[in-house]
């Protein structure tokens, strides 16, 4: 992962290809040499795998940054498994609608690591709840339209590598606010993810995954092995709450370990799909949960309201056949984010562009998005100051550390949480394997790529096997009209 006594120049934050581990310090507070390149703004986030800041460096006062400090492993032994996890894909995987890895730094005198992020001023949480809460209006079609394609886009890319994110929702689909990118969505925190072509053990072996609004049926219950199917369930929620502005299931979530029964998930449901049939879905019988039938979920009647009636679609509307195919039952017969990326619904006026912020046409109203509280009474060393909280100076989001359903967000004013959200609390979870994982194990991905095999390959993986978009992808659909990019 680079060298691990870089020096202050190399460690730069556009340098995404190195690791700095140099603690020398100097008249600054005795802060290690690495950390005396930013300019601390405040605390924009914490979570329950650590502290997340705001900064700028020093050698280019626009540029801001978004730093991920993480805790301790559990055992006090050393970084989190997570930690190493999300470094070891960020560091492989290059594309447009992921968040980028700008830099590593280790301090070596509490091992404590922390992860350095391009600052996205805008998360689809705060997009969706502006609309609701604030101006009490709906996200324009070009918009939803944009934000789907490029998630989508993002994801395609995710999963042609074999890599399965695990914990997609709103708060983590960020959004750029300023410069070049303005308007371009950013999949970020890796933190859940894993390479699931070949795992040395199931998947459910992780523990529970995926915040429980947005989880999946097969794993809700209780699926051994999944696939990449679980992120499209994800997407199909993400998709109808931009198209409401209200989550689509808002279950309870029971706690308890291991990965309890959530009955009342389930029920929500089933009360706007349905009940799943073994004709629509043929596995449902080997599901652990379904074949228990422990709270006689099998026997429960229900009267199919209707997804059309709850997301306000026609069933002949493109926008509601597309939604229907991610909300799909069966996770072999769920759309892909390959297939969702070539719907009829793209194909449609008006057509998703770069710039999802932007509206279509001159003329048309630009909504501005309030900037993101930050909390300046934190340092870098968790140490509280007397300084007062103050807005940031752009942004509500961060890179790899976003607030949302699992992870607390400290800010001048409490962000609220609607009805109950639900967090997800993180499990113990197995270290992130370089050689048995990232080494590929062979074969082909689904995007056609071939994967190297074994342990003598991995000294070139990060240059032969360097994340690439799948074969086929042309970009944006054809632009009819001018639109600004």
């Known amino acids: 992962m680079g060298d691990g006594n870089t020096n202050q120049s190399s460690s730069r934050a556009g340098n995404s290809n190195s690791m700095s581990g140099n603690n020398n310090t100097s008249g600054n507070g005795n802060r290690p040499e690495w950390l005396q390149q930013y300019d601390l703004n405040g605390k924009i986030g914490e979570g329950t795998y650590g502290l997340v800041f705001l900064a700028r460096i020093k050698s280019n006062r626009s540029k801001s940054i978004a730093i991920k400090k ?47 992020f391009d600052y996205a001023e805008h998360d689809l949480y705060e997009i969706i709840r502006h609309h609701r809460d604030k101006v009490n209006q709906s996200i324009n079609q070009y918009t939803i339209k944009s934000l789907l394609w490029q998630l989508l886009n993002g994801l395609n890319y995710l999963h042609s590598n074999w890599i399965v994110h695990r914990d997609l929702k709103p708060s983590n689909i960020l959004v750029m606010g300023e410069g070049e990118e303005h308007g371009v969505v950013k999949i970020a925190d890796f933190g859940l993810a894993r390479i699931y072509q070949s795992p040395l053990k199931a998947l459910s072996d992780n523990g529970v995954v995926v915040t429980i609004w947005y989880r999946a049926p097969e794993l809700l219950l209780g699926a051994k092995h999944y696939t990449s199917a679980v992120d499209m369930w994800a997407v199909g929620c993400i998709f109808a709450e931009l198209l409401t502005l209200k989550p689509l299931f808002q279950g309870q979530e029971v706690k308890g370990t291991p990965n309890p029964f959530q009955l009342d998930q389930l029920d929500k449901i089933f009360k706007v799909l349905g009940h799943p049939t073994q004709e629509k879905w043929p596995t449902l019988v080997n599901l652990p949960h379904w074949q228990a039938d422990v709270q006689q979920i099998q026997g429960r009647k229900y009267d199919n309201a209707g997804l059309y009636s ?19 039952y069966d996770p072999r017969k769920r759309i892909t984010a390959a297939q969702a990326l070539e719907h009829e619904y793209f194909r449609m006026e008006p057509l998703p562009g770069r710039n999802a912020l932007v509206p279509p046409l001159p003329g048309e109203k630009v909504v501005n998005y309030p900037n993101r ?55 113990g979870m197995a270290a992130y394997n370089l050689t048995s994982q990232a080494g590929m194990g062979g074969g082909m991905n689904p995007g056609g790529m071939p994967m190297q095999r074994g342990v003598a390959a991995q000294a070139h993986q990060q240059q032969q096997i360097r994340r690439k978009d799948p074969a086929g992808m042309t970009g944006y659909p054809p632009q009819k009209n001018s639109r600004r990019f």
């Open 70 to 116: 993480f805790k301790q492993s559990k055992d006090g032994d050393g970084v989190s498994p997570t930690a190493i996890r999300e470094i070891m894909l960020l560091r492989e995987i290059n594309h447009e609608n992921v968040v980028r890895l700008v830099n590593v730094h280790i301090n070596h005198a509490d091992m404590s690591l922390y992860l350095a």
């Open 310 to 328: 709850v997301v306000h679609l026609s069933p002949k509307n493109p926008a509601y056949d597309l939604l229907s195919k991610m909300l799909e």
């Open 373 to 427: 509280p930050v909390d300046t009474t934190t340092d870098f060393e968790g140490t509280i100051s007397l300084q007062p909280s103050q807005p940031a100076s752009s942004g509500n989001a961060v890179s790899g550390g976003m607030p949302g359903p699992h992870v607390m967000t400290t800010r001048s004013v409490p962000r609220p949480m609607p009805m109950g959200m639900p967090r997800l609390q993180p499990q």
